[in-house]
């Protein structure tokens, strides 16, 4: 018998009114692997998804892998320039022709070699001439649509995809003294098997709610009364975020509580009392401070694992320091304290949405951004429902 039943979704209509009346959402939603299945082709499948940052691939012939709702892809920067994506499945019998980073001319499937250009054109093919009406043109590795944004590569299914940029609008003012395009990664890390659906993942990252009663003392710098939602959103929009005022300027997400890194210079008086936290569903994570930005990619395996892929973005300026090293280990041990607290809150989450005491509960008005959230999801599971 399937989940996805009439009744289940009706009854998202009590999650997309406003805050004083709404309640969560169902818990099976976040532990059912047929739900997911159904995310998996109602969001994944159709939505621009996030796979890292455009300097990963800065000189022509460097490329990166990754998988894009579960399918394995390559990221590369080819001849002409431009950052391309396609599947990394050979088009003969199925071997990933790559599956790690680098720099290279070329692509070639240790299995027959098979080899492809840095877009996917296929360029060999050894011992095909006798096979009938062989043409290496119908055989490239299949392509996905690219857009960068503020630095980022996104990449969809649909090579005819409505642009990105637009349904993002309301957040660049946010991000515009940030110069992201600009700004340097230190490299990033990866989460792996994280015990929580991918939605408790994005729920927790825009939670103001909880920012200094989970995190009091080392977040009492960023207190949750001084969340607040500046856009609301509409169904035309991709992105859900929130700013979140400092009871001082230039805090930090550290020891010190304050920043430890460069401020970014063109930062207005009320940018460097503030961050800012946003979800771009349904991979991307990104947040703001006036020393950094921040980043988590989100990669769901089953309904109750993931993997997070975390960076941060620093101004350029801030390599000239000797000692850049020391400070960024220190703001990592900061971020790791938080990292660890929301682990285990995350996690007990899932457990709890597993148990049949599972409730729906009610929201704080601190938790605008998951009524939000529930209006971008909700929307797609309507239009995508499948007949009963």
């Not at 400070?327 to 949405?353: C, E, H, I, P, Y």
Request: charged share 20%.
């Amino acid at each position: 018998m399937t989940a996805l039943t009439d009744q289940l979704l009706a009854s998202f209509d009590a999650s997309v009114t406003d805050f004083t009346t709404a309640i969560t959402l169902p818990p099976e939603i976040y532990t059912s692997d047929e739900f997911l299945a159904f995310e998996r082709d109602a969001l994944f499948a159709r939505e621009w998804q996030c796979v890292g940052r455009a300097s990963r691939v800065p000189n022509v012939g460097d490329y990166f892998t990754t998988t894009v709702n579960g399918d394995p892809i390559i990221v590369a920067r080819a001849k002409d320039g431009q950052i391309h994506a396609f599947s990394s499945i050979c088009q003969h019998r199925g071997m990933e022709v790559a599956d790690d980073s680098g720099n290279c001319t070329k692509f070639t499937c240790l299995y027959h070699l098979w080899s492809y250009d840095l877009t996917g054109r296929l360029l060999g093919a050894p011992a095909m001439e006798r096979t009938t009406s062989f043409d290496k043109k119908e055989f490239p590795l299949p392509p996905l649509a690219v857009e960068l944004w503020q630095g980022f590569v996104f990449v969809h299914f649909d090579l005819h995809a409505t642009p990105l940029a637009p349904t993002l609008a309301s957040y660049e003012p946010y991000l515009k003294n940030y110069d992201l395009e600009n700004t340097v990664c230190p490299g990033t890390f990866t989460l792996t098997d994280m015990p929580w659906n991918w939605k408790v993942m994005f729920e927790n990252f825009n939670d103001g709610y909880h920012a200094n009663k989970l995190h009091h003392t080392i977040q009492d710098f960023c207190p949750s009364e001084l969340a607040e939602f500046p856009v609301e959103w509409t169904p035309n929009s991709n992105v859900i975020f929130r700013t979140n005022g400092y009871i001082h300027i230039d805090g930090g997400f550290n020891a010190t509580t304050k920043a430890l890194m460069p401020i970014f210079p063109n930062l207005t008086t009320e940018e460097r009392t503030r961050s800012t936290f946003a979800l771009m569903p349904p991979t991307l994570c990104f947040g703001t401070a006036p020393d950094q930005a921040f980043f988590f990619i989100v990669r769901p395996k089953t309904a109750n694992t993931i993997d997070v892929e975390i960076g941060y973005l620093f101004h350029p300026s801030a390599l000239d320091n000797p000692m850049f090293d020391h400070l960024l280990n220190m703001s990592d041990a900061g971020v790791q304290v938080f990292v660890k607290q929301d682990q285990d809150a995350t996690a007990k989450v899932q457990r709890g949405l597993n148990s049949r005491h599972a409730a729906r509960g009610r929201y704080s008005w601190q938790e605008e951004s998951h009524i939000q959230f529930n209006k971008w999801l909700v929307q797609r599971y309507r239009q995508h429902w499948p007949a009963t």
